[in-house]
């Protein structure tokens, strides 16, 4: 094989090794509760894990997409949130937020700033909606600990008969001075609440 040749097949086996790579990242179930199938996944190159809740329910696009995809309607997010600021909404595209979050002593408060585009796929309604940190928007406050390595998708899948499937999946690492054993250990309650909420919420 001459040099040239070597030049042309570098990009295409980076991008088969990175392939790979992801591929391998497989999810480990972790057990099934009030009809939510919990996952968790070791995150390349970090001791935290990632998390994934999948689960079925009977309702329409319009209204679960009215609770996830619709930063105003927050009612349901998480009981911990100290304060949440709406920054940007363009309904059904892109939105940005600003969240402050209680944490239990002797934690320090965190905050976040986070971007979100919503997109759907023509072939199958697919809606997705995802979300990761925002820089250089909101400044970082005293007495907080500013959470800058983040991601969660959303995603609804219309399935037969009125059924939705949704799926979310999200990493988050708190920074500061949480054990990463502690967080490992209870990861799992962060899809399952959010959803149980969604569940409430929709039905």
Same mark, same amino acid.
């Given at each position: 094989?001459?040099?040239?040749?070597?030049?042309?097949?570098?990009? *295409?086996?980076? @991008?088969?090794?990175?392939?790979?790579?992801?591929?391998?990242?497989?999810?480990?179930?972790?057990?099934?509760?009030?009809?939510?199938?919990?996952?968790?996944?070791?995150?390349?190159?970090? =001791?935290?894990?990632? *998390?994934?809740?999948?689960?079925?329910?009977?309702?329409?696009? +319009?209204?679960?997409? /009215?609770?996830?995809?619709? !930063?105003? /309607?927050?009612?349901?997010?998480?009981? /911990?949130?100290? +304060?949440?600021?709406?920054?940007?909404?363009?309904?059904?595209?892109? *939105?940005?937020?600003?969240?402050?979050?209680?944490? %239990?002593?002797? *934690?320090?408060?965190?905050? @976040?700033?986070? +971007?979100?585009?919503?997109?759907?796929?023509?072939?199958?309604?697919?809606?997705?909606?995802?979300? !990761?940190?925002?820089?250089?928007?909101? %400044?970082?406050?005293?007495? @907080?600990?500013?959470?800058? /390595?983040?991601?969660?998708?959303?995603?609804?899948?219309?399935? +037969?008969?009125? =059924?939705?499937?949704?799926?979310?999946?999200?990493? !988050?690492?708190?920074?500061?001075?949480?054990?990463?054993?502690?967080?490992?250990?209870?990861?799992?309650?962060? %899809? @399952?609440?959010?959803?149980?909420?969604?569940?409430?919420?929709?039905?």
């Amino acid at each position: 094989m001459n040099f040239k040749s070597r030049i042309i097949l570098l990009p *295409f086996l980076v @991008l088969l090794i990175s392939a790979f790579d992801l591929s391998a990242q497989t999810w480990d179930f972790i057990k099934e509760q009030d009809g939510i199938k919990l996952y968790t996944r070791k995150e390349k190159g970090n =001791i935290l894990k990632s *998390f994934k809740g999948v689960m079925e329910i009977a309702s329409t696009m +319009e209204k679960v997409s /009215n609770i996830l995809g619709n !930063v105003r /309607n927050h009612d349901w997010w998480d009981e /911990n949130l100290r +304060e949440i600021k709406v920054l940007k909404f363009d309904e059904n595209k892109y *939105f940005q937020y600003y969240l402050i979050y209680k944490v %239990p002593w002797p *934690f320090t408060d965190r905050d @976040l700033c986070v +971007e979100a585009t919503i997109s759907v796929d023509p072939a199958n309604g697919k809606k997705t909606i995802a979300a !990761v940190p925002l820089f250089n928007v909101v %400044p970082e406050k005293e007495g @907080l600990v500013r959470i800058k /390595n983040y991601w969660q998708k959303w995603t609804i899948l219309p399935m +037969e008969n009125g =059924i939705l499937r949704l799926t979310l999946e999200g990493f !988050v690492d708190p920074a500061g001075n949480v054990p990463s054993w502690l967080y490992n250990m209870v990861i799992v309650d962060t %899809p @399952l609440k959010v959803m149980r909420r969604v569940k409430k919420f929709v039905q």
